[in-house]
């Protein structure tokens, strides 16, 4: 049976990509990072990393055992919390990520209402786009994922999404415009997340051109900033407009273009007590998120 501790170590280089930040994350000596690897890999029989200049790389046996035992610790992490909700919503604790625009708008209010409900439990907040929080659900480093998609997107097997809140999507230019997108088939564009982005290519192919996408960003108060600048135009759902609006943009709503925004979990129900007190509270916060832009 394999040792967990040592488990961690090779988890920890495969994330961090050095022996020096594992040492850090883990609050270990490099010496014992060292040790733990070489009696990882006498359990394993299989030679798990190799020297490269002054550092150390994953070997193909030991890229997989790393992605493998994130999974594993992950799962073991998951149920060290279930076991302590189930001890009651007392005390335990209930683990949370969510794309920025929701941190910045809605998930503040359900953390409020599950902290007034369940004092004794805590939550703990990650930011993270939907495809990075669906892997930190499935490696059970979360115990809820806030994403978001498009209409016509399927989610991944095994994950069960709950709607929370649909978003307008927006033209975000200037000057005062309508939600003609051909308007700007000529313009420079700003695009967003790989999600934002393949959806503006899509809403451009649909209108009849490619789009000439010069500035890519997550960050929706820099792609403000920069339309603001004449630097280009963009498209933008309802939340990153209602966390942080920039009153020098224009937007129009454009029809037929919404975000769903959902609750994901990951495995069979029931769910544990304490992931199902934070469904509700996003739900009811999500429920009361109102005042997107009309025009």
């Not at 649909?206 to 135009?233: I, K």
Request: proline residues 6%.
């Amino acid at each position: 049976m394999l040792d967990v501790s040592r488990l961690r170590v090779l988890v920890a280089i495969a994330r961090t990509g050095s022996v020096t930040a594992a040492a850090k994350e883990l609050h270990y000596s490099q010496p014992s990072i060292s040790h733990h690897l070489a009696r990882l890999e006498a359990e394993t029989g299989a030679q798990l990393v190799r020297r490269a200049g002054r550092g150390i790389r994953l070997t193909e046996a030991g890229r997989t055992l790393a992605e493998r035992g994130a999974e594993i610790l992950g799962r073991l992490d998951a149920a060290e919390a279930e076991l302590s909700a189930h001890v009651g919503l007392s005390q335990g604790r209930v683990r949370l990520a969510a794309f920025p625009s929701a941190l910045g708008t809605f998930v503040p209010r359900a953390a409020a209402l599950l902290a007034g409900r369940h004092p004794g439990l805590r939550l703990s907040l990650s930011e993270a786009e939907p495809p990075e929080a669906v892997r930190m659900l499935r490696a059970g480093y979360v115990d809820v994922a806030v994403i978001f998609r498009y209409d016509r997107e399927e989610e991944d097997d095994g994950i069960t999404a709950r709607r929370l809140l649909d978003e307008p999507s927006y033209l975000v230019t200037a000057e005062e415009t309508t939600p003609d997108l051909t308007a700007h088939a000529d313009a420079e564009w700003i695009a967003g997340c790989d999600r934002c982005r393949t959806h503006l290519l899509a809403m451009c192919a649909r209108a009849g051109f490619t789009p000439r996408v010069s500035f890519t960003t997550d960050d929706f108060v820099a792609v403000q900033a920069m339309v603001a600048a004449g630097l280009g135009v963009t498209t933008l759902p309802g939340l990153p407009l209602l966390a942080a609006r920039n009153d020098a943009v224009h937007t129009a709503v454009l029809p037929g273009s919404t975000r769903h925004v959902l609750a994901a979990t990951y495995g069979e129900p029931p769910e544990p007590p304490a992931t199902v007190a934070l469904l509700d509270a996003l739900a009811e916060a999500g429920a009361a998120t109102g005042g997107f832009p009309s025009a």
